[in-house]
Structure formats: C-alpha cells, structure tokens
C-alpha cells in the first residue's frame, strides 16, 4: 500500500515537472515570435518616417514575404498593419512592452483593438498572464467589464488562514468578487432550483466566466453520510490548482448560516471524494448579493477554505459600482499590487 502511494507521488511530480518544461518551451518560442512581430513593426514606422512611405508598401511587404515564406500565414496585409500599431502602441510604454511578450498573438489582437486605455490594457495584459486566458476567454473578461469589476473588487474569503501559503497565491486570482451570469438572461425574480437550470443550459458561458482550469463533474453531486443523503449545487474540478470547487447557489443576501454549510460540504468532500493527491477542497457561495462585514466575520472562525462572491445579471455596471470607479492613483496602486502579487 505504501509503495502504491510513494509510485502515485512519484509519477504526479514527474507530471509536473514535464508540463512545467513544456510551458517553459512554449513561452520561449511565444517570446520569440512577439519579438520579431515588435521588429517588423519598428522596422516599418521606422521607413514610413525616413522615407515617406505609406500604408501601400505594407501591402507590398506582405505579397514579398508572402512569396518567400508560402507557409506562413503571419504575413498578411491586416498583420503586417497590427505589428505597426503593435509597436506604435506600447513603444513609449516600457512596462506594457515587456508584458506583452509574455501573451499569445492573438490575445495581444484582441487588447490592441478592443482597448484604448493604458491602464486596461495593462490590467489584461497581466490577468492573461496570471490565468493563461485563452482568447475567447480574454473577450469574454473585456465584454464583461472584468476591469471595472477588479477596481471595485472588495474580496471575501478566508484563504489566508486556511491555507499554505504557496497555496494562497494560487487561488487567489482564481476565486473572484463577483461573477457576470448576463448571459443566462433572467430576471432578479428566479428560484434557486431554476438558476441552476439555466447555469446547466449555458454550462460552456458559465466556465468563460469562471475562468481558466474549471472542469464541470457535476450538479446536485450526491454524497452519503450513514443514513442521510447531501447535495451540492454544483461541483468543479481545477486543473492547475488541483483540487475541487464546490458552489452554493443564492438568489437573495448572504447570511452567516451559508458559510457554516458549505464548511460541512467541504468535510465531507475532503473525507469522501478528494483523493489523496489532491489539494484541499475550496467552497464559493455564489449569492445576489453580499455585505462583506458580515462576510468577514461568518467566515473568522471557519476551518475549510471559501469564499463569498456575488453575481450580476446584467451587463450594464450597477450605479453603485460606477461611483466606485477610483482616482487614476488609486487605479495605478491596485494594478501596482496585482504585480507585485506576480512577483512573490
């Protein structure tokens, strides 16, 4: 029995150390690419300033390059023109120069054109860093105002008493404030019972929202207790952080007695359904809405991991969370910690 469980350890860290490297290669070449699209794209304002040249020698660049590089499909007139805007962009930017190396083509697209302000761009850049979002994920966070909701963001959870440290600054950006569920188009009006139905319906929008790693294993999951029966809304498993995620639904305010339900949920998951390799169960109650005092302090005393978060139904920012909006310095501080986050 021991030998099994020193082979399952030892075959989960070699896992691990193999994807670790492939992510590694896989930056290396994605850092190479967006170094050479940076280049081409300075090397083109540049002879646009030296020589006059306008926007029809990108499109004689692209049949060029197209010619002598058949294969590769980088070189279109439409690219060619993003790596100038590229490089026009962020070149007086230093900071959200060396981010945007650090992200996909396609995710660097989609900040260029569906973003103007600095402090936005830096705020995606950094999350699609963080979460590996991928880009209908990225869209998604955009269309969905994530920005804004990060700004106003007043986390309620209880990780930092719960949980290893290392373990901390994983799930943190993993369990957000607040949840956009627009997209289930429903009024305030619904059972709890039929927001989970609509969840269920629109399970693919649902994991766009949550984010990166959720993998869905089911609703209502059944756990036994001698002779009694449990159910959990909806339970989830995390790839990266490996571990389950199990969430409470409510339609109306928090109150205390949900944090006190959802730590017996996670006993029991940790008891009957985590395996041995896994991490500790983490509990999100997912509520209409939430006071965080009274958030703070039902989940003081509380032993497993949760958090409270609230969900909008509507993707028109509430009035309240407009007045939010803070000072440029404040804006500034709030992205400067979410770097610093990264750092640690």
Avoid at 49 to 72: M, R, T, V
Avoid at 103 to 117: A, R, S, T
Wanted: glycine share 4%.
């Amino acid at each position: 029995m021991t030998e099994n469980k020193d082979y399952i350890k030892f075959l989960t860290d070699l896992k691990s150390k193999i994807r670790q490297a492939q992510y590694k290669a896989y930056r290396a070449v994605n850092t190479e690419l967006i170094t050479l699209y940076w280049d081409i794209g300075q090397s083109i304002v540049a002879k646009q300033e030296e020589l006059g040249w306008g926007q029809k020698i990108i499109q004689k660049l692209s049949e060029d390059l197209q010619k002598e590089f058949p294969k590769n499909s980088g070189f279109s007139y439409a690219n060619l023109d993003r790596m100038r805007k590229f490089f026009l962009t962020y070149k007086a930017n230093p900071k959200l120069a060396q981010l945007v190396r650090e992200i996909p083509w396609g995710q660097n697209i989609v900040i260029i054109e569906k973003l103007n302000d600095a402090y936005q761009r830096e705020y995606y850049l950094r999350m699609t860093v963080r979460n590996a979002w991928s880009r209908n994920i990225l869209v998604h966070q955009i269309e969905t105002k994530s920005f804004e909701r990060f700004l106003a963001d007043e986390k309620s959870h209880n990780f930092d008493t719960t949980l290893p440290v290392e373990m901390q600054e994983r799930v943190g950006p993993v369990i957000k404030d607040n949840y956009m569920l627009d997209f289930l188009e429903i009024s305030d009006r619904i059972k709890e019972r039929a927001l989970e139905r609509k969840l269920l319906e629109n399970i693919r929008s649902f994991l766009l929202e949550l984010g990166t790693g959720f993998s869905f294993i089911g609703h209502q999951y059944k756990i036994v207790l001698g002779e009694n029966e449990y159910f959990i809304d909806l339970l989830f498993y995390h790839r990266y952080l490996k571990c389950l995620i199990a969430i409470d639904l409510k339609i109306g305010k928090f109150i205390p007695e949900y944090a006190g339900k959802m730590n017996f949920y996670l006993n029991l998951l940790d008891d009957k359904v985590k395996l041995t390799d896994e991490n500790l169960s983490i509990g999100l109650i997912l509520c209409k809405e939430k006071d965080n005092l009274i958030a703070e302090y039902a989940l003081r005393n509380i032993t497993k991991p949760m958090g409270v978060a609230k969900y909008y139904l509507t993707r028109d920012l509430p009035d309240e969370l407009v007045k939010q909006l803070p000072a440029p310095s404040v804006i500034e501080n709030k992205l400067k910690e979410l770097a610093e986050e990264e750092e640690k």
